[in-house]
Structures are given as C-alpha cells and as structure tokens.
C-alpha cells in the first residue's frame, strides 16, 4: 500500500495546474456518464454514480456539468458511448500496472497504451496476468495536522476501518468498496481534511525500485495518466522516500 499512498500523493501535487484540472474533469464527468448508463441517474440507488458525484464536487466540477452527465449517461442528452477495459502490463523493474481506461475506441487506446508501455521499458500483458495482485477498497487521506495520532485511531475504530497507516504527512483509512462513500460522508460530517480519496485498486506486495528504475517507472505511470482514455493507473511499487523527493521535487 506504501506505493499507492505515495502515487497518490503525487497525482494531488501535481492536480493544481489548470490543465491537469481540465482533464480531471473530464476523466470525472466520463465516469458519472458511464455510471448513469449503467446503474439509472438516481445516486441513492447507485452507489457507482454517487461515488462519481462525491469525486467531481471534491475537484469542484460545477454541478452543471454534473448534471449535463447523468442526462448524457441516461439518455436524455446526446453523447459518446464509452466501453470499459482494463489493460494489464509490467513496468521496469518488473512493477505490475493495471490501467482502467473508458474510451469509444478500442483499437485507438490499446495502440496507445502498448506504445506508452515499450517507450518506457515495460510491456503489455494478457488478461489476468497482474490483476490477481490488487484488491478493490477505499482510500482515504487526512491531513495530519487535523489531530494527534491517538485521536486519529480512535476515529478509525468508530469507522470500522478494515485498515489504517500513518505516514509522513498524512493519516491513511482504508475500507471496504461497500463502506467508502458512507465513510466519507461521516467524515465530512465532521469536518476533517481529507487531502485524497478514491476507490482505488490496492497491490497485495510491492516492488522496491531503485534510482534508475525509478524515474522510468514515474514517468510511465504518469504518461498513462495523461492519457484521455485512461481513467485511473494502479502498481505495485514502492520507492524509497528519499529517491522520490528528487524525481518529483
């Protein structure tokens, strides 16, 4: 989990450009469109789109354009039909990845996604070859400085975290998939600073990469990102704190 919690770290510092932010919401509103499609446009009864919704008002996506993608998942509005598929691969240092991509052209986005992988050293793989890696939960970050870390563990007990981890700057729950979004409610209720959520794939074991695996792997992961297919990037690795300060600033 140590891998995912410092990849997440670096996607939030990276976010504050408004280019980042323009293609976060797009990501955002092409994920509240699917689930409308799939699950109906009423959030109490889809739990998928109201995870959906919880994420784009975090990114402050204004509910108009919310909006505009529940009607164009349900069919009320016009739009792209978009098919889910999930690519598997290694990274250097033998790092497994999974990416989730929405896209309305498969042939154009596994092209991308192959190129993505061999320009930087990775390559590829069958379905299924990664993937029993990585176990769905919820993550959730708080700042902390909202409270001391006896504090904190109390919190986590009333929750019912299935796990916590209290890194450098942040405290980290984890839950259940079925227990995220009321989590978060709970903490909103009470006011805590939450610097990064997301139902996230988790990796069971890591590798550690070291400085010239490193800067292959982070700069993979992020050209994955980027991409406008691809919805959400997932691996296995971990990378000593110091290492990481001089690959990402």
């Not at 794939?201 to 992961?221: C, F, H, I, Y």
Request: negative net charge; aromatic residues 6%; glycine residues 8%.
């Amino acid at each position: 989990m140590a891998g995912h919690s410092k990849w997440a770290q670096i996607k939030r510092k990276k976010a504050v450009t408004d280019a980042r932010r323009g293609q976060l919401w797009t990501k955002l509103l092409k994920e509240i469109t699917v689930a409308s499609r799939l699950g109906g446009g009423d959030p109490d009864g889809n739990s998928r789109l109201r995870t959906g919704i919880q994420e784009a008002k975090a990114a402050n996506v204004p509910n108009d354009n919310i909006d505009r993608a529940i009607r164009r998942g349900t069919g009320q509005l016009e739009g792209f039909t978009y098919e889910e598929i999930t690519y598997e691969g290694y990274g250097p240092g033998g790092v497994a990845i999974l990416v989730e991509a929405l896209t309305d052209n498969k042939n154009r986005t596994v092209a991308s996604v192959r190129h993505l992988f061999s320009k930087s050293g990775g390559n590829l793989g069958e379905n299924g070859c990664v993937a029993w890696m990585f176990q769905k939960r919820g993550f959730i970050a708080i700042d902390k400085q909202a409270m001391t870390e006896e504090s904190f563990m109390d919190l986590a007990l009333d929750l019912g975290a299935d796990d916590i981890s209290i890194e450098e700057e942040t405290y980290e729950i984890y839950t259940a998939p079925e227990d995220y979004s009321a989590t978060l409610d709970e903490l909103e209720k009470r006011d805590m600073n939450v610097v990064a959520k997301e139902l996230a794939m988790l990796p069971q074991s890591s590798v550690e990469l070291g400085e010239d695996e490193a800067p292959q792997l982070l700069r993979l992961l992020e050209a994955l990102e980027d991409n406008d297919d691809v919805q959400h990037v997932w691996a296995n690795f971990d990378i000593d704190p110091s290492v990481l300060a001089e690959q990402t600033g």
